[in-house]
């Protein structure tokens, strides 16, 4: 750490201008330090330092303090077959034990657990005793379907309480859980059903969105349809809309009916460290999701552990995370680890829309949010509009401020500061992925000076480092592959089905010349010269719209599977909000029309097969796409013209050039 650091006063030279201009670090305010359990640098090497030299006692240590266990483990961690880890073997335990059992016998059985508040303006609000009632009763309900310890449970659900209760409820059995986000089409929800072998389906009649009921389930039938997944035998619904819904006697159960007449006491299913809790399937570098698999014990005291660190819990925090429980966000950090940590989490069904700009801000006014954890696209978005809208509010409540999804620019993180936390609030910019199951790269609130931009260091225990392609460390500055180079608690296990992917996606992609493994994240950055980790995003052919990532091959098989189109190319081009916008070039068959109308088409059609989210901003045609001489086709010249620049490069490789002009003109 160098001279440079000082923390900024109130004085009102400080405009976000000059503050980016002299490139200023923030020091985590006195009070904050003073009580935090991490409150200095020199508790954080130390941390660093111990993982060390002895990384079996520290997780080990850890491990048994922060976690109760049915059956103590025997060994911390087995590497014996890399990349394939094990964690915490011979151990027995149960995240929600954990997140609900443990706090009963203390002071937190009538604390908040959950607080939810509806789109419309419902609020339901759960104790720990409450909460772990509702998952007892609804892990009944399970049973009663037939479900048992290793039964994959698909959810697909709006952002209501029973997605949380039926997460908990399915990991209180032993069900490992697949939660597609609500807003993948039936199609994603189909592959993602065959490829778990869902046994069962929870879902709901809808949600709200943008002050509008949207139906759900249709989407679920749509994806069972003509006997498409025979492995899901039960789908049980939650009524949030009291829309008619057409339910198939036999296999479609109502919550409402199922679940309340349960008997409210279930006990935990021991689990074994190394079962698995949950698949997450996410977008990578080919065309088909791959399920992330996180295990019991290891991803819990991740989740357990990163959730303490980074916001330094207090008993008394109202925190909320922004995030859908259909990414790996809201499964860490609404769900398991303020759960596990026994503090109170806020849920929210809605967003800000033209009717409520200021949604965000009138629920931390109004509950009273001490800690803040949402996307820099919805900060860009709000930073755009002024700050008239938050201005009207009270958010003196804040104290902590997160970001995580995607990289944020300076402007914004000095805007999310200044304007939201009335520039006492610590950013804490949170690097991770849903492979890695927690946080791996965070400021600690009490201890790590902030650089605007930057997720600065790795926690303790995570041996993170940017190399190049031969896995040797670069210079300071000097940008490379981000990767992480000794296993943690959290780290994905395998892909669903696909050891080999697993292997080659992660771990064999850069392989240093003494044998060693090292993780890859996908992702390139750089290290300052005071050590800070800037991300600089994907480097594969992963394209992040607003913190979501898409596989750009994802898309062409969706563009391709239209009756027009030929061939597609997808490429991400900088976006100033959405931190990247999706650019699609489609060669059409021929007698093909390319005009306005089918341009609607594709979009719809991009829709329909994978999502709203996936759907091209910009659809461009042309005769032919810029290949290989073995017919790879040379994204980066695309990526060059989505973004309105030269084509620079050696383009030799080209089979043919005029492609390049035709591309051009
Ligand atoms: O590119 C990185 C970006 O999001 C990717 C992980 O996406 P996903 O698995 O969907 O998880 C998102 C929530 C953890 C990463 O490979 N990313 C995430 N957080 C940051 C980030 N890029 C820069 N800075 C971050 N704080």
Known sequence: MNGRLFSMSSDSSNTIESVLQEQRVFLPPKALADKARIGNLTVYKDMVQKAKDDPDSFWGDLARKELK??????????????????????????????????????????????????EPGDVRRFTYKELHLEVCRAANALKALGIGKGDLVALYMPMIPEAAIAMLACARIGAPHSVVFGGFSAEALRDRLIDGNAKAVITADGGFRKDKSVPLKPAVDAALGNGACPSVQSVLVVQRINTPTAMQSGRDHWWHELVTDQSSECSAEPMESEDRLFVLYTSGSTGKPKGVVHTTAGYNLWAHLTFKWIFDIREEDIYWCTADVGWITGHSYIVYGPLSNGATSVMYEGAPRPSKPGAFWELIQKHKISIF??????????????????????????????????????????????VIGGGLCPVIDTWWQTETGGVMISPLPGATPTKPGSATFPLPGIDADVVDANGNSVKPNEGGYLVIRDPW???????????????????????????????????????????????????????????????????????????????????GRQDELKGESIVAFVTLESGREFNDQLVQDLRAHVGSEIGPI????????????????????????????????????????????????????
């Open 69 to 118: 266990w049915f059956k103590p483990f025997d060994r911390v961690l087995d590497w014996s077959n890399p990349p394939f880890a094990r964690w915490f073997d011979g151990g027995q335990t149960n995240i929600s034990f954990n997140c609900l059992d443990r706090h009963l016998e203390t002071s937190r059985a009538d604390k908040e657990a959950l607080i939810w508040e509806g």
């Open 373 to 418: 954890y949402t996307a820099p696209t919805a900060i860009r978005a709000f930073m755009k509009n002024g700050r008239s809208v938050p201005d009207q509010f009270d958010m003196s409540s804040l104290r902590l401020l997160g970001t995580v999804g995607e990289p944020i620019n300076p402007e914004a993180w000095m805007w999310y500061r200044e």
């Open 489 to 571: 608690p959290g780290m994905m296990r395998t892909v669903h089905g696909n050891e080999q992917r697993f292997r080659e996606s992660y771990w064999e992609y850069l392989r240093p010349s003494d044998g060693s493994y090292i993780y890859f994240a996908g992702d390139g950055a750089r290290c300052d010269e005071d050590g800070y980790f800037w991300v600089m995003g994907r480097v594969d052919d992963v394209i992040n719209v607003s913190g979501h990532r898409l596989g750009t091959m994802e898309i062409e098989s969706a563009l391709v599977s239209h009756p027009a189109v030929s061939e597609a190319a997808v490429v």
């Open 614 to 665: 996936a759907r091209p901003d910009l659809i461009k045609s042309s005769d032919a796409l810029p290949k290989t001489r073995s017919g790879k086709i040379m994204r980066r010249i695309l990526r060059a013209l989505a973004a309105g620049k030269e084509v620079s490069g050696d383009t030799s490789t080209l089979e043919d050039r005029s492609v390049l002009d035709k591309l051009r003109g």
